[in-house]
């Protein structure tokens, strides 16, 4: 083991002197970063989830002090490592790299209300505290919430992902999870297997409240994991930086301390062969990018940067044209969603109310044994009813989605298409569209039980117990009906509502790919014809030289990959001879 993490720390370090010499400062600065956390032990445990979770708070009841911001509004808009140090300190990465700075001044740089968009340029803040937790290479990482109305905090803790070596999931009651952070935790759970799922605050809700939500996200869980989530720990950060051992911390505690002393080796080798197979790849796409501008005639490569300006500078009036047709289809969608809604309705309430009632004229016990259980059965019938609604408008639903999706990215082809005819160059050099055309977001559906409206007055108890039994059981009956007719027309609508949501969400997801694909191959072709507009003023010989350079960085940053990986290496061989 010591000599292949000794190995691993020699390949970072190359492939920090090829990103180097290809004037990739901040690759550069990554894989020597990484290359230094292998030497000191240190393993990164991401604290993700939704915006207003709870992350920071958690963050800080774990060490013990008050040392990350929070607030009311969204907080973190920057990536924060918590690392064990002998006194508090605060390092800060910008473009130029690593500079101290004092502690009081943190907030200046990884709040969103003194840092807005991280316009301050911050890559990542490193905070070192003495915690007795984060002792054994153990990091905490803070990572701004997803799903708020700052598209860059969503943006920065997605960029994180592949440096995550475990995750503590911080989720909610209400809503218990959302669909940002299903496809966050997919997304983590693609790298490592290690997840913890925690429930915050938790002592803002009942335990009915509690359980209700932590039954819904182990079953969402375990259907998008495919395996089973483990335990959903209940804290209160809250009740612990005010002195107290909440619920379930002591095994949270418990548990981040045991995966500090049995997988830390495993950990920190699994990130050092992930960021090698990371940094090779980006390196050599790169390279491959820069070998076609050289290779191919300066006159081609002018043009095809001077169609890809023209088409950033017509992309948001094409996006707008594809939006409005895709809101058109999830128009369309939304009013057969609703008719199919009350179609429904009519059908299944009668036979559930004639269900319902022949379960209360047919049951025994006392009044509040038959009154807990007629309860229950509504709660029952109403979720296999809704149940059935959801899955026999779920496939026509994506269908009416698929459709849309279908034309928008026809359209972005044919767009592309004018784009490559205009460049009249090979159109290999240009990915494909994305192709992913239904829904692109999970479902995050959550029934509700309604609990609040079961409850009764003192005096309404005492009439019910004051009533004869036929009069009781009738008034049990109604009682019942009346609970699963709301519970059915409440969370069918949930149903009608997530589906629509899921294809906007959808739609949403599948433009916002395309808007990147149109930027990512236009920036790769300017930054490439820049760099062969000057090899060739300087003549054929320098062309010559910059070719062989490259090849021989590109070679060099394989040679790094395949020494360290195992199994087939998962980059393309270049193109360019």
Not at 67 to 86: N, Y
Not at 503 to 523: F, K, M, P, T
Request: aromatic share 4%; proline share 4%; glycine share 6%.
């Amino acid at each position: 083991m010591a000599i292949e993490s000794e190995r691993t720390r020699e390949g970072l370090t190359e492939l920090a002197a090829v990103a180097a010499e290809l004037g990739r400062a901040a690759l550069a600065r990554e894989a020597l970063d990484l290359a230094t956390r292998l030497s000191e032990g240190r393993f990164f445990v991401a604290c993700v989830g939704q915006f207003k979770r709870g992350k920071s708070s958690l963050v800080n009841a774990l060490v013990g002090a008050p040392i990350l911001p929070t607030g009311v509004a969204p907080v973190t808009s920057v990536v924060t490592v918590v690392r064990g140090g002998e006194r508090l300190a605060v390092r800060v990465e910008l473009p130029e790299g690593w500079t101290d700075v004092d502690p009081r001044l943190l907030a200046a740089y990884v709040t969103e209300q003194e840092n807005p968009g991280n316009t301050k340029r911050v890559d990542t803040v490193e905070v070192s505290v003495p915690s007795r937790l984060l002792r054994d290479g153990l990091c905490l990482v803070d990572t701004p919430g997803i799903g708020s109305v700052v598209a860059h905090n969503t943006a920065a803790t997605r960029a994180f992902v592949p440096h995550v070596d475990a995750a503590v999931v911080v989720l909610g009651v209400d809503p218990p999870i959302s669909a940002d952070e299903l496809t966050l935790i997919e997304e983590i759970a693609a790298q490592t297997e290690t997840l913890l799922f925690v429930l915050s605050k938790a002592d803002r809700f009942s335990n009915a409240e509690r359980h209700e939500a932590e039954v819904f996200t182990t079953r969402v869980l375990r259907e998008r994991l495919g395996r089973d989530p483990g335990s959903i720990l209940a804290v209160s950060a809250t009740e612990r930086l005010a002195g107290g051992t909440p619920r379930d911390w002591a095994c949270l505690e418990r548990t981040l301390a045991r995966l500090a002393r049995d997988s830390r080796q495993h950990l920190v080798a699994t990130a050092g062969l992930r960021g090698i197979r990371g940094l090779a790849d980006r390196l050599c796409r790169e390279i491959d990018e820069r070998l076609g501008a050289l290779l191919r005639p300066l006159e081609d490569s002018e043009r095809r940067v001077a169609a890809l300006s023209e088409c950033a500078a017509r992309a948001e009036e094409t996006l707008g044209d594809l939006r409005a047709l895709m809101a058109a289809e999830h128009q369309r969608l939304a009013r057969r969603l609703q008719a199919q809604q009350a179609a429904f309705l009519d059908r299944a309430l009668p036979a559930a109310r004639e269900a319902l009632a022949r379960f209360v004229r047919d049951g025994d016990g006392g009044r509040e044994v038959l009154r807990t259980r007629a309860l229950a059965e509504a709660r029952r019938l109403h979720r296999e009813l809704a149940e059935r609604w959801r899955a026999e408008e779920r496939p026509a639903a994506e269908e009416l989605h698929r459709i849309g999706a279908q034309r928008f990215v026809q359209l972005a082809d044919e767009f592309l298409e004018r784009l490559v005819d205009a460049i009249r160059s090979d159109a290999s050099g240009i990915p494909a569209m994305p192709v992913e055309v239904g829904f692109r977001v999970p479902s995050h559906l959550y029934y509700t039980n309604l609990l609040q409206v079961t409850g009764r007055s003192p005096l309404r108890w005492m009439l019910d117990q004051l009533r004869p039994a036929p009069y009781a059981r009738r008034a049990i009956g109604r009682e019942a009906t009346r609970y699963l007719e709301r519970l059915l027309t409440v969370n069918v609508s949930r149903v009608t509502n997530d589906l629509d949501e899921q294809a906007r969400a959808s739609g949403r997801d599948l433009e916002a790919e395309v808007r990147r694909h149109l930027r990512d191959i236009g920036e790769a072709a300017r930054r490439s014809l820049a760099d062969a507009r000057a090899q060739h003023a300087q003549g054929e010989d320098a062309v010559r030289q910059e070719v062989e350079r490259l090849r021989s960085l590109r070679a060099r940053a394989t040679i790094v990959a395949e020494t360290n990986l195992s199994g087939p290496l998962p980059l393309e061989a270049s193109s360019h001879g």
